[in-house]
């Protein structure tokens, strides 16, 4: 009996610790990739860098469990409407709190903690998931080189991108969305004022000593008190920057006027039919303009999707988070071996992007007519498809063009064919874009 008891307790005090043991604290993983990239650059040793960074990341913006914008910032109404700081703590921290760990729940698997685009499945996902650190966002109603709206965000959130692992998150409501969205744009801000620091970081000799015998550093709160207000201001001076870039995003939107007289379906559904009925029409003599703007050396369309928009034209360029840590410091991409310290250092192995096969009816940035002339008129960030330098009737043209050469499947249910890009999301914050001209020209 006493011998059955001794047992008993054991395997109670093994499961009382078992229950009890706390989960282990999440932490922001340095930017390795970047850091190794610009030491293999320039021959400089970048750890001291990357350390004394971490020291501001932690400062200005805290940890996952507890992340923070930096209060200078939110003293501001202007900045503080950037990230909601109640959305921070929801988005935050871990699913098993109550209110709070939507990121971790929906997004982390693939995007990862620190928002690299390096979570636990990225590896057996095409494309890529986002890394956000950059600042670069494919998909958006802004001009290329611009961030995005809020609304682009939350529209990529709510509607996912077709063609990609980024689904549709039904019980998502529209406060977790707009949680969700600020905490990309935390981690937005946070990881490109992290790659900053570590590029001003390159360039500092940290041995060398002043007259009165202080070393250089970047930030370091040890440093004495003048030196030290002086890289406060300096990294202060890098966060506005990055936050005066999401501010002026609203002033960036492409506008999509009016196709006047130029049938633009709402469906990719209605341009197949009206295509294929007998006989002349305004969008069949539209879709043939588009062909021709298509071919030309004016809109250079067919140069990476081919003539026929088959996506077999130039398939051998890299998006630029790929070009950022090869091509960028002297690296082919083709070249394994070169690669090895980065990808040692969490450099997912290099993928080529390919142009979109028009026949598939598959717009990972939203199939509507909108959406369609958004990514033509501002291109798409990131990738080699530059903003077109086109009068707007003729982007409508190749919007109708593009769209006709979608090829319907048969559903393998039913034998029938299946619906054209069935989820039509909407333009991203194309009403925005009319009511921020509306909004410019009333001033």
Same mark, same amino acid.
């Given at each position: 009996m006493k011998k059955f008891v001794g047992i008993c307790s054991i395997a109670l005090c093994i499961a009382s610790y078992a229950g009890c043991k706390k989960p282990a604290v999440l932490e922001f993983e340095p930017n390795m990739v970047y850091a190794k990239a610009l030491e293999i650059d320039s021959g400089y040793p970048m750890q001291q860098a990357l350390d004394e960074t971490q020291i501001a990341l932690t400062k200005y913006f805290g940890t996952p469990d507890e992340p923070k914008m930096?209060?200078?910032?939110?003293? $501001?109404? *202007?900045?503080?409407?950037?990230?909601?700081?109640?959305?921070?703590a929801k988005a935050a921290g871990s699913p098993t709190q109550v209110g709070r760990g939507l990121y971790q729940q929906?997004?982390?698997?693939?995007?990862?903690v620190v928002g690299n685009g390096r979570g636990e499945t990225a590896a057996l996902i095409t494309p890529y998931p986002r890394d956000y650190r950059m600042g670069k966002f494919k998909f958006k109603s802004t001009r290329?080189?611009?961030?995005?709206? @809020?609304?682009?965000?939350?529209d990529s959130i709510k509607y996912g991108i077709a063609g990609t692992s980024m689904k549709v998150i039904p019980e998502l409501t529209e406060d977790d969305i707009s949680a969700l969205a600020s905490y990309v744009i935390y981690l937005s801000m946070r990881g490109e004022f992290e790659r900053m620091m570590l590029y001003e970081g390159n360039d500092i000799d940290f041995e060398e000593a002043d007259d009165d015998g202080n !070393?250089?550093?970047?930030?370091?709160?040890?440093?004495?008190?003048?030196?030290?207000?002086?890289?406060?201001?300096?990294?202060?001076?890098?966060?506005? *920057?990055?936050a005066d870039s999401w501010?002026?995003?609203?002033?960036?939107?492409? *506008?999509?006027?009016?196709?006047? $007289?130029?049938?633009?379906?709402?469906?990719?559904?209605?341009?197949?039919? !009206? %295509?294929?009925?007998?006989?002349?029409?305004?969008l069949k003599e539209s879709? %043939?303009?588009?062909?021709?703007?298509? %071919?030309?050396?004016?809109?250079?369309?067919?140069?990476?999707?081919?003539?026929?928009?088959?996506?077999? #034209?130039? !398939?051998?360029?890299?998006?630029?988070?790929?070009?950022?840590w090869t091509v960028g410091i002297g690296i082919d991409p083709n070249d394994y071996d070169a690669q090895v310290p980065l990808i040692a250092r969490g450099a997912l192995p290099p993928r080529k992007i390919i142009p979109r096969d028009f026949r598939e009816g598959l717009? @990972?940035?939203?199939?509507?007519?909108?959406?369609?002339?958004? @990514?033509?008129?501002? #291109?798409?960030?990131?990738?080699?498809?530059?903003?077109?330098?086109?009068?707007?009737?003729?982007?409508?043209?190749?919007?109708?063009?593009?769209?006709?050469?979608?090829?319907?499947?048969?559903d393998p249910e039913t034998g029938a064919e299946a619906d054209i890009a069935p989820t039509e999301q909407p333009a991203q914050a194309a009403a925005a874009s009319l009511k921020a001209q509306d909004s410019r020209d009333a001033t």
């Open positions: 930096p209060e200078f910032l939110m003293e $501001d109404d *202007d900045y503080a409407s950037l990230v909601s700081l109640e959305d921070l929906h997004c982390a698997t693939c995007h990862g290329r080189g611009a961030k995005p709206l @809020r609304s682009d965000l939350e !070393t250089e550093h970047l930030y370091d709160p040890s440093s004495p008190a003048e030196k030290f207000a002086e890289q406060e201001e300096f990294a202060q001076d890098l966060i506005t *920057d990055i501010l002026e995003a609203e002033d960036l939107v492409v *506008d999509i006027p009016e196709p006047d $007289d130029i049938p633009v379906p709402e469906t990719v559904a209605e341009v197949l039919a !009206t %295509a294929q009925e007998p006989g002349d029409s305004p879709i %043939a303009k588009g062909k021709e703007l298509f %071919a030309s050396e004016l809109s250079a369309c067919a140069k990476c999707h081919g003539k026929e928009g088959y996506g077999d #034209g130039v !398939t051998q360029d890299y998006d630029d988070w790929t070009k950022d717009y @990972r940035g939203g199939s509507s007519p909108e959406a369609l002339y958004l @990514r033509i008129a501002a #291109g798409i960030d990131g990738t080699p498809m530059p903003a077109a330098a086109l009068q707007p009737e003729q982007i409508w043209h190749i919007v109708n063009y593009i769209r006709s050469l979608a090829v319907p499947q048969e």
